[in-house]
């Protein structure tokens, strides 16, 4: 197939790249770069051994979004691109609201134009909310604790509802818990700027020495150590997920929800202890309070996944940690690092 990805050049997106142009599609990426590095699809095209198409642009650019689509025939679509940042969105909702959904918008409407009905769209668990049970079913009640996460749960309402408008059209939600780690190859990995606000990008700056201590936010959650527990799933099962999701769009109808995780939480002192398995050495740590809107425990249920493409989580926690710490120790400041 010849597939678009939106925000091709990012952390989940390059690794879904490589994946897909190994499956044997033909990938076009439209990325702005402004959260991204243009070495990523370098790194891309030297792992799969063939070329991506690269159209650089912003996708709030209505017109220039249009000679993406002008001869060419998409068979799908995977959209990535917007902002992420929940603590950034807190303080620039305005922004947040603007690039997400008008993004999405524009690109839905350059789709229909040209004849694109398929669509696998790049979810978050965080539309769930603070949740009261796990592991989280696709059909539990969605709510949002932040800007960045409204914008993900109106972006689905958009999708059902353009899905009830137009039958003939194939949307995936793919709603993933906490994507880590890294391509095995060290090549590529996850670039944050600055300090990192996920738990793995920022273990593994203090395990190569960029960061002085690793904040532990919140300690005596009721968990069985007191810290938080997540789904933590290694990205290139998360890019190997939406492989799977975009053969599979042809089974679909209208617009469907599906959870992509290990379907196992571990908490912030398990992911530390793994790390340090790893290292061979302990990290440095200091305790923290909670941080506002953090849930006590979250993980999948991804029998959904299973059950309509096969699609299951292969690599484990250590996996995650052994390659997120390869490729920090190799690029200690990301794509910017010389040499490769």
Same mark, same amino acid.
């Given at each position: ?23 044997g ?16 699809l ?18 709030l ?8 689509f002008?001869?060419r025939?998409f ?46 769209f ?6 769930y ?16 604790v932040?800007?960045?996460?409204r914008?993900? $749960? ?5 999708? +059902?509802?353009?899905?009830? =408008?137009? %039958?003939? #059209?194939?949307?995936?939600? !793919? ?11 060290g090549?590529?990995?996850e ?6 606000n ?40 998360v ?30 002192r ?12 302990? $990290?440095p740590t200091?305790?923290?309070p +909670?941080?506002?809107?953090? =849930?006590? %425990?979250? #993980?999948?249920?991804?029998? !959904? ?25 190799a690029h ?9």
């Amino acid at each position: 197939m010849l597939i678009l990805v939106t925000g091709g050049a990012g952390y989940i997106g390059s690794h879904t790249c490589v994946e897909l142009l190994l499956a044997g599609h033909d990938v076009v990426v439209v990325d702005d770069f402004s959260n991204s590095s243009p070495e990523a699809l370098r790194r891309v095209e030297r792992l799969a051994g063939r070329p991506v198409h690269l159209h650089q642009l912003d996708i709030l650019d209505a017109a220039r979004l249009e000679t993406v689509f002008a001869g060419r025939s998409f068979d799908a679509v995977i959209h990535f691109a917007g902002l992420k940042a929940v603590g950034e969105s807190v303080a620039q909702p305005l922004r947040y609201f603007r690039t997400n959904l008008g993004t999405t918008l524009n690109l839905l409407e350059a789709m229909a134009r040209h004849g694109v009905q398929r669509l696998v769209f790049s979810s978050s668990s965080t539309v769930y909310g603070n949740p009261t049970r796990v592991p989280l079913t696709e059909d539990m009640p969605l709510s949002a604790v932040n800007p960045y996460g409204r914008t993900k $749960l109106m972006i689905e309402d958009i999708l +059902r509802d353009f899905c009830a =408008a137009n %039958a003939d #059209w194939q949307v995936a939600l !793919l709603r993933y818990f906490n994507p880590v780690g890294a391509h095995a190859s060290g090549l590529m990995g996850e670039d944050p700027r600055g300090i990192p606000n996920n738990l793995m990008p920022f273990i593994t700056k203090v395990a190569v020495g960029r960061l002085e201590a690793l904040s532990v936010f919140g300690t005596d959650y009721p968990t069985p150590d007191g810290t938080a527990i997540r789904d933590y799933i290694h990205v290139v099962d998360v890019a190997r997920g939406h492989v799977a999701a975009v053969q599979g769009l042809a089974s679909l109808r209208g617009a469907r929800a599906v959870n992509l995780g290990t379907g196992r939480g571990h908490s912030v002192r398990e992911v530390i202890s793994a790390m340090e398995r790893v290292l061979g050495r302990p $990290l440095p740590t200091r305790n923290a309070p +909670r941080r506002a809107g953090d =849930a006590t %425990a979250s #993980w999948a249920d991804p029998s !959904l996944a299973r059950q309509l493409w096969g699609w299951t989580a292969t690599h484990t926690l250590d996996d995650m940690c052994r390659d997120a710490l390869r490729w920090q120790t190799a690029h200690p400041d990301g794509y910017d690092t010389r040499p490769a």
